[in-house]
């Protein structure tokens, strides 16, 4: 259950604009940050606040790359997934994250800190190769760095 | 209007027609997956790829995503493009779990045939193939996701044009997902059509699941009969069974689509209890021996009490054929009637409806969804004729206005304004509305007893009634719309309400816009009843003359008495007083298990036959199959049994046309046209309305319109001031008793796939009303009627009347215990009943 404060928050928000649907992403990413990820329940409630189906938020929540179905750590680490970064050394990136993590693309490490995820093009073509965690960008890439931001984030957790 | 040449020929479209359309009325098939004329273009399959050889595109292109435009010149067989779509299906093949053979979908698929026609034979990609999840869908749609080819044909139709929204497109990329968002019974009831418009076999028809190929089945057109709209269907059957129905495609009625009522509402023709043989005193007897008993007592009675002792009841699911028949047995033999209304202030609506149904007024179906504004007074759409609403939401869907005036909780899958105002005030409200939209001048251009009609309607101001400011935007609005219709339906409203509506849409006519008017009515062929039926006597005459033993035998041709009657006790009463009740059906009702002499007639799908739909469409049904005892039926599954005899077991029942000219000792005509002739040729001298039929080999096939068949009667005669405005009732609740989409419908209650779907009964009140009482939702509530207690869960609903309480005629209720009506239920008489 969300906690009745940020229901009603969300709830006033709501009441504000003419057609509630329009705020479905920003409803779904506040009840993310409060359960971490978007789970059944919290689709029924975001559903429930929008005058929605629990189908109609399925809809978005499953098409769109920064709603979490699933558990995931601490750290969200999307990898750009396009040309630009492809181009500039995306794979090795990937193969470099994998093994540093011990974790395929897709899955969480078992003290629930990281979480690999690709994405496709995020914008930073010129910071390439480039990736996203919890939403601020790092790059341009090489092994070295990588190291050192895990390395850091580990040290902050 | 753009020219354009498709493969060498030339071909003028209105402007806006896609090429693929253009196409077609070349008589050229472009493939298509994701296009489909009732939910338009998406170009996502791209199967529809043809090559632009000289206009304002160039090369390879969707045709469904182009417009026809004046240069263009199109190749549907040019070699690049033929490889394009070659390619395309084998794309669209890669993840197919290639289980044609097992799919109830095989042999009229869509994918199948662009598959062969494509000439992909041969599998190249070696990946492994994306697998799904199935979900459960209910009993009427089986779901089968591994061979989706992603065109969102199901989607689109499921949300975008009938408004649901329970089922849709999740996840993306290689996921796709057509489905529910967890496993359950669709909440639609439109949702057959998913099996019909998806190209491949993710959505089957589940009832008849592993029935049989669609070249297995005895197909043909048929007519639906559960409700007054008359929809087009094709019907299946296999082994002497009736296994399913399709939509078919009517420019006029229907479209592409009907609902879940309609297609699954068959069972009752091969339903296990059917009778098939004729019964006399309960006995099995041969047809001719049954005959022969009816006629010998009929004469008994006639002789002794005399002719007019026999009265006959008709009915509104009957053929006109039937109806027509009864009707000259009747006259030739002077016994009474036939009735054909149970209710005598219906059938007075549903003559008034009839004769006020001016050409140049009615609109059909399609035409409804051209409206820019509907006004529906009295008519609750998804549960009295459920395709109503997804002609009005098409309206809705291109900016038109939908105002309903009821008292019900009415939903509609589109947003709408409801008022929801008692049954007496409903009048006041629709001409409340017209009048502030309508200037006095123009009604003076009608004559001085519009004039005089207008002038009488009080004007907003000094009606002074609640939601005074919303009918005015409304009226605001309606005056500056150009093609408004009213529908008005005829059960529930007041007995001046279908000759109001008629009226309020001359006032709007003479606005000089383009003005229907669309009636609902109680049954399938309430029409033609309503043709025939004379003016005199009513039902409860008739049951008076049998409680004093005036008359003493009754004919029902196929009608259940106690369906829609609301004293039970006292139809088994005179039940029990008849010397003689001769019944007719195809369905074992209680009428006819009370029966002295039953007869066993042919189904719509044996007999086939002439329906008139609620706009007066004269339409015919051809038969499907002969008819018979379904071999699964009589062999308990194994080989038939091998009995000798001539004829195929079961085929008793006939045309109840036929069993009436016997039964008053007529002589059968030597075929069926000729019958058919003659009847019309005897209908014509009755009204000369009949007299421009064509034969009925020749009907088309969307029917024929009646021209105005009754005479309209004086218009403008309401008067507003004797006007009776009954006064809120302090001490009870008015009851209004009323159809669901499924569970009060007579002959869909048969079909155990819709017993499934059936919500549970419930009775509902104004949440006002619950509060004083101390009632909740969900509570369970007893009302002590004359006849007994009737007890069902209560629905408190905001979006209805206050002062109402809604009851449907569910097979579930036993609301016949309800006694006399009209009814006012006293507070007292509603009590919680703790569980
Ligand atoms: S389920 Fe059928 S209709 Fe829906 S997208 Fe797939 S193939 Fe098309
Ligand atoms: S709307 Fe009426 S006529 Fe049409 S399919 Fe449904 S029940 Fe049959
Ligand atoms: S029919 Fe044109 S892209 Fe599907």
């Known amino acids: 259950m969300l906690p009745t404060e940020l229901r009603a928050s969300l709830a006033e928000q709501i009441a504000s604009v003419d057609h509630p649907r329009e705020l479905l992403v920003d409803v779904m990413f506040a009840v993310q940050d409060h359960y971490g990820y978007l789970s059944d329940q919290a689709v029924e409630e975001v559903a429930d606040l929008l005058g929605m189906t629990p189908l109609e938020v399925e809809e978005l929540a499953t098409f769109y790359t920064f709603v979490y179905r699933h558990r995931v750590g601490k750290y969200v680490i999307h990898v750009c997934d396009s040309v630009i970064c492809w181009m500039d050394g995306h794979e090795s990136l990937v193969e470099h994250l994998e093994r540093k993590l011990e974790i395929k693309m897709g899955e969480t490490t078992p003290d629930g800190l990281f979480t690999l995820l690709p994405v496709c093009c995020i914008g930073y073509c010129d910071r390439a190769p480039a990736i996203l965690i919890n939403k601020k960008v790092y790059g341009p890439l090489t092994p070295e760095k990588i190291d050192e931001i895990l390395a850091k984030l580990q040290g902050e957790a | ?835």
């Not at chain 2, 009427?140 to 199901?154: F, G, K, P, T």
């Not at chain 2, 003076?444 to 939601?467: D, H, M, N």
């Not at chain 2, 909740?776 to 009302?783: L, R």
């Not at chain 2, 809604?806 to 569980?835: A, C, D």
């Open chain 2, 1 to 835: 209007m753009p020219n354009i040449v498709i493969d060498d020929r030339e071909i003028e479209v209105p402007a806006g027609t896609k090429v693929i359309d253009a196409a077609r009325q070349l008589d050229i098939m472009i493939p298509r997956f994701c296009y489909h004329v009732a939910l338009g273009s998406v170009g996502a399959c791209r199967v529809c790829a043809v090559k632009f050889v000289e206009g304002p595109f160039k090369g390879v292109q969707m045709s469904c995503m182009i417009d026809a435009k004046d240069g263009m010149v199109v190749s549907t067989t040019d070699e690049e493009a033929v490889e394009f779509r070659k390619y395309v299906i084998e794309c669209l093949m890669l993840h197919h779990p290639h289980d044609c053979p097992v799919c109830d979908e095989g042999g009229h698929c869509l994918l199948q045939d662009m598959t062969i026609s494509g000439g992909h034979g041969i599998r190249r990609y070696l990946g492994s193939k994306r697998t799904y999840r199935d979900q459960y869908l209910g009993p009427l749609v089986q779901h089968e996701m591994n061979r989706c080819i992603h065109c969102y044909r199901c989607s689109r139709f499921y949300q975008e044009f009938a408004g649901y929204r329970d089922l849709g497109v999740m996840q993306s990329a290689n996921r796709v997902f057509f489905g529910r968002y967890e496993d359950g019974i669709l909440e639609s009831p439109f949702t057959g059509n998913l099996s019909d418009i998806c190209p491949t076999g993710v959505y089957t028809d589940k009832p008849s699941r592993f029935i049989g190929r669609r070249w297995d089945y005895e197909r043909s057109p048929s007519l639906c009969i559960n409700c007054s709209l008359g929809c087009h269907t094709v019907a299946s059957a296999r082994y002497r069974q009736l296994v399913r129905q399709e939509a078919r495609y009517s420019e006029e009625v229907n479209g592409y689509f009907i609902c879940d009522r309609g297609r699954y509402g068959f069972f009752y023709a091969s339903h296990e209890k059917r009778p098939r043989r004729a019964l006399v005193e309960g006995e099995e007897v041969a047809y001719h021996q049954a005959i022969d008993t009816v006629r010998e007592k009929l004469a008994q009675i006639s002789g002794s009490a005399g002719p007019e002792a026999i009265a006959c009841l008709s009915s509104e699911r009957s053929s006109l054929e039937t109806q027509a028949m009864l009707k000259r047995v009747c006259q030739n033999k002077n016994w009474s009637g036939p009735l054909f209304f149970m209710e005598q202030s219906l059938a007075e609506k549903v003559k008034t409806a009839t004769a006020r149904l001016e050409p140049g007024l009615t609109v059909s179906l399609r035409e409804l969804e051209q409206a820019d504004f509907i006004l529906a007074v009295g008519a609750d759409p998804i549960n009295e004729a459920p395709m109503l609403a997804l002609a009005m939401r098409q309206a809705q869907r291109f900016g038109g206005r939908v105002v309903v005036i009821d008292p019900r909780p009415i939903f509609l899958p589109f947003d709408f304004q409801h008022l929801p105002v008692r049954l007496h005030e409903v009048d006041l409200y629709l001409s409340l509305m017209i009048k502030a939209a309508v200037d006095r001048e123009t009604a003076t251009e009608l004559g001085p007893s519009a004039a005089e009609f207008y002038q009488t309607i009080p004007t907003l101001e000094t009606a002074a009634v609640p939601l005074q400011e919303q009918i005015a935007t409304l009226a605001q609005e309606l005056r500056g719309c150009q093609r408004p219709v009213i529908v008005c339906g005829t059960e529930v409203v007041p007995q001046t309400t279908p000759a109001l509506a008629a009226d309020q849409v001359l006032l709007l006519k003479a606005m000089d816009k383009q003005t229907g008017l669309f009636y609902l009515m109680p049954g399938a062929n309430t029409f033609g009843a309503s043709l025939l039926s004379g003016d005199d006597g009513s039902f409860s005459t008739t049951l008076e003359s049998i409680e004093k033993g005036k008359i003493k035998a009754l004919i029902v041709t196929e009608r259940d008495l106690f369906w829609k009657y609301q004293n039970k006790q006292r139809l088994e009463r005179i039940i029990e007083k008849l010397d003689l009740l001769v019944v007719l059906d195809y369905v074992d009702s209680e009428t006819a298990q009370k029966s002295d002499v039953f007869f066993p007639v042919s189904s719509l799908y044996e007999a086939g036959g002439v329906f008139i739909n609620q706009e007066g469409r004269v339409q015919v049904a051809p038969k499907v199959y002969l008819g018979g005892t379904p071999i699964k039926q009589n062999s308990g599954g194994g080989h038939p049994p091998r009995v000798y005899g001539v004829g195929i077991p079961g085929s008793e029942p006939r045309p109840a046309w036929q069993v009436v000219v016997e039964i008053g000792n007529g002589e059968l005509p030597p075929d069926e046209e000729t019958a058919f002739a003659t009847t019309r040729k005897w209908l014509a001298e009755g009204n000369p309305v009949f007299a421009n039929l064509p034969p009925i080999d020749q009907f088309p096939d969307d029917g024929v319109r009646l021209g105005p068949a009754l005479d309209v009667g004086s218009r403008f005669s309401l008067d507003w001031q004797t006007e009776r405005h009954p006064k809120r009732n302090s001490d009870g609740l008015e009851l209004i008793l009323v159809d669901w989409t499924f569970g009060t419908e007579e002959l869909s209650i048969y079909s155990p796939h819709l017993r499934q779907v059936e919500k549970e009964p419930c009775l509902s009140m104004h949440t006002s009303d619950a509060v004083r009482l101390g009632l909740s939702s969900g509570d369970k509530v007893a009302i002590r009627f004359d006849g007994g207690r009737v007890e069902a869960s209560l629905c408190v609903a905001e979006n209805m009347a206050s002062g109402v309480i809604v009851m449907p005629r569910h097979r579930l209720l036993e609301w016949q215990k309800i006694k006399e009506l009209p009814r006012i239920v006293r507070f007292e008489e509603i009590e919680k009943v703790s569980v």
